[in-house]
């Protein structure tokens, strides 16, 4: 993922893109990537699997994970 200077959009926060891979998520949330894949096997992050290999976490599904964590809901 290439990073993005948000002042230079005009934007004050970061600009997050609509699919992230595991290791992109990971950092966002500043977490090991072992992480991310766990709470996918729990059902408590959402992922989409492209082709065999390939694992995407829509920006909402990112979204919705860090709501319900800072809210204490699993």
Not at 31 to 51: C, M, S, W
């Amino acid at each position: 993922m290439t990073a993005i200077n948000p002042e230079e959009l005009g934007v004050s926060s970061p600009i997050v893109p609509a699919f992230l891979s595991v290791p992109d998520a990971a950092a966002y949330l500043g977490v090991h990537p072992a992480l991310v894949y766990k709470e996918i096997r729990a059902g408590r992050l959402r992922a989409v699997k492209i082709g065999a290999k390939v694992i995407r976490i829509p920006r909402e599904a990112l979204e919705a994970y860090t709501a319900a964590q800072s809210t204490g809901a699993n």
